[in-house]
């Protein structure tokens, strides 16, 4: 290796420096407090003690920490997201992406509002559509001659997940939209063209030749649902907190519950390392499952 190879990887290691000393800080050095955490009983005040894996074994056989109930929570959400959410928003972006007008923009804009506006606002707005006295879902039930469905639907343990899962749901279908109607606009218009000709519908077109073509962003929009429904708090946190009677826990609520309610930093460090394996092992899964279709 000559002095020219040499000085132009300091100059490349140079520039990479401050974006891998962000990375490091910003990731990888919390992360590695998590883990370290994990292993102690530790109030946060006090010196915590070593106990090795123990937390991991109480938080899968411990029936009142509820952690199998909130992952429960997490993948029903997930479920949702991938099943019912991104097909929505995947029919949105075949729709929008056939036209060729200004308000095609209108429209967008129009979807992608909700991901735009504050969750708190977010979650305000559906408290008072599910409030039980004047809220708008009972007064439409009212108005329909269908009163004998009134509810509390975020108080009641048959309702509140659902009630979550439905903003949840809802809020995001503007964020799937717009990644894939980036693909679907980015599609060739010839092959649009050829197999039209061919006699191909708009419907067979999209199908046969604009969703394969997508796959990859459709890859992308399955591992952010099923990892959002993972890390979801702030809907939940507003809508429900958890309750009623830990109905709607998701891992997220209960790791401030450990946190903050219980001072068991441990455990709650604990919750977090098993939400970043859990994370990354869908995001592998769901990478290796849509390679198999592939090949």
Known sequence: MNKHDIK????????LLP?????????????????????????GFSEGTFIGFDNYIELFTNGSIKFITSLKNSLILAFFSVFVQLPFALFLALLLGRRESRKERIYLSIFFMPVLISTV????????????DYGLLNRFLD????????????GDVKTALGSVIVPTVWQYIGYHMLLMYAGVKGVDTDLR?????????????????VIPIIKPIIRVSVIFAVTGSLKTYDLVRILTEGGPFQSTEVPSTLLENMLFLRNRYGMGSTISVMLII????FAL??????KEKED
């Open 193 to 209: 063209e050829a197999a039209m000709l061919d006699g191909a519908t708009k419907w067979q077109v999209d199908r046969y030749v």
């Open 143 to 154: 108005l329909v001659k269908l009163g004998d469905l009134k509810h509390v639907w975020v």
């Open 121 to 132: 606002v977010i979650g305000q707005l559906w408290l008072k559509i599910y409030n039980p």
């Open 19 to 43: 974006g891998l000393l962000l990375f490091v800080s910003i990731l990888i050095a919390p992360i590695a407090v998590s883990v370290y955490r994990s292993l102690y009983d530790w109030n």
């Open 285 to 290: 899964l769901i990478s290796a499952a849509f």
């Open 278 to 281: 859990m994370c990354f092992a």
């Open 8 to 15: 132009k990887g300091l100059t490349i290691f140079v520039f």
